[in-house]
């Protein structure tokens, strides 16, 4: 499981790099990234027009269909693995932090069936040869983290190409005139 969720992690670390990849695909002037506006020195903030603060959320669950327990210390369970979550897309005035933009929207839901086949308990000699002799001697199985890669690839595959429709360059550009009228209002 710490292997899944690794991937998770790994997902969430790339969609940073993805959506800077898009943000500048779409004609949009960067800097940074940075993982808070606090990292932001006062003049890069007075000096951009807008923060792009997106919030990405993924949630992973392992949904078991069916288990069984057979002799000698088996146990086979079937089940699906599921990702779901959403986006919330924010541009920022820099120096106000106020919303000048907001998109919310959830992901679609995505799905893969998982099998795993293990041993549990101590295992005697006994037990191991007499299996082995009537051809019960079950390999173990985790497909779990598999489909978990199946899923979160389809998942985030999805959320990036939401994201693409999304973010309009006129439309984000009709939000420069608001943003000045904020920086304007700022007292230190």
Do not use: C
Request: charged share 25%; net charge negative; hydrophobic share 40%.
């Amino acid at each position: 499981m710490a292997r899944i969720q690794s991937y998770v992690n790994e997902m969430l670390a790339a969609s940073k790099v993805d959506m800077e990849k898009i943000l500048i695909a779409k004609g949009f002037r960067t800097l940074g990234p940075f993982d808070t506006i606090d990292e932001m020195t006062f003049s890069q903030k007075s000096d951009a027009t807008l923060i792009y603060a997106p919030e990405f959320d993924a949630k992973l669950d392992f949904v078991a269909a069916d288990t069984q327990i057979g002799g000698s210390g088996r146990v086979a369970q079937t089940g699906q693995v599921v990702v779901r979550g959403s986006e919330v897309l924010t541009f920022l005035e820099p120096l106000t932090r106020e919303k000048v933009w907001l998109k919310r929207y959830d992901l679609e839901q995505f799905s893969a069936p998982y099998d795993v086949n293990a041993r549990v308990g101590g295992q005697s000699v006994g037990t191991l040869v007499a299996d082995a002799i009537t051809g019960q001697n079950v390999q173990p199985t985790d497909t779990r983290a598999s489909a978990a890669v199946t899923v979160l690839n389809s998942f985030y595959a999805a959320a990036m190409q939401k994201m693409w429709d999304h973010l309009d360059p006129r439309e984000i550009d009709g939000l420069t005139a608001e943003a000045g009228r904020l920086k304007k209002l700022k007292r230190f």
